[in-house]
């Protein structure tokens, strides 16, 4: 009886596999010249002003009232003082805000950790794509 069930099982599983392969069957398939051309994936675009509010409800803390650094905490924001900052794309800056920084991580200057989102785990990407933008509008 084992046997019976382990073939039954092991039938609808193919069976399964098979139907699971077939894809519709009545479409007609779209010729390779003319297949739509793949999407190009959307670029975030942030906002300075939404940006600014953010950073002075979650950034302040750490990076100061004018994005300058605090003394033991957070660097300085300013694409002047932070070679990090200016030869980063948006896109790595936001991942890295994504990520944090471990206080032994060897690129830590500080041997304070920055916690992932600045420890406000709600903050959305479009968000942090905003704070990146106002980061921009730093001289």
Same mark, same amino acid.
């Given at each position: 009886?084992?046997?019976?069930?382990?073939?039954?099982?092991?039938?609808?599983?193919?069976?399964?596999?098979?139907?699971?392969?077939?894809?519709?069957?009545?479409? !007609?398939?779209?010729?390779?010249?003319?297949? %739509?051309?793949?999407?190009?994936?959307?670029?975030? $675009? *942030?906002? /300075? =002003?939404? &940006?600014?509010?953010?950073?002075?409800?979650?950034?302040?803390?750490?990076?100061?009232?004018?994005?300058?650094?605090?003394?033991?905490?957070?660097?300085?924001?300013?694409?002047?003082?932070?070679?990090?900052?200016?030869?980063?794309?948006?896109?790595?800056?936001? !991942?890295?805000?994504?990520?944090?920084?471990? %206080?032994?991580?060897?690129?830590?200057?500080?041997? $304070? *950790?920055? /916690? =992932?989102? &600045?420890?406000?785990?709600?903050?959305?990407?479009?968000?942090?794509?905003?704070?990146?933008?106002?980061?921009?509008?730093?001289?």
């Amino acid at each position: 009886m084992r046997k019976q069930s382990t073939i039954i099982v092991l039938i609808i599983i193919l069976a399964l596999a098979i139907l699971a392969g077939c894809g519709g069957g009545d479409e !007609e398939e779209t010729p390779a010249a003319e297949a %739509p051309a793949p999407a190009a994936a959307a670029q975030v $675009v *942030g906002n /300075p =002003a939404d &940006g600014e509010k953010v950073y002075n409800t979650v950034c302040v803390a750490c990076h100061g009232p004018n994005a300058e650094g605090m003394p033991n905490l957070g660097k300085s924001m300013h694409p002047d003082d932070s070679e990090f900052i200016r030869v980063s794309t948006d896109e790595e800056l936001v !991942e890295f805000i994504k990520v944090g920084r471990t %206080p032994d991580d060897p690129l830590n200057t500080t041997g $304070v *950790g920055m /916690p =992932a989102k &600045g420890g406000n785990p709600a903050i959305t990407d479009q968000q942090l794509y905003d704070v990146v933008a106002w980061m921009r509008t730093l001289d």
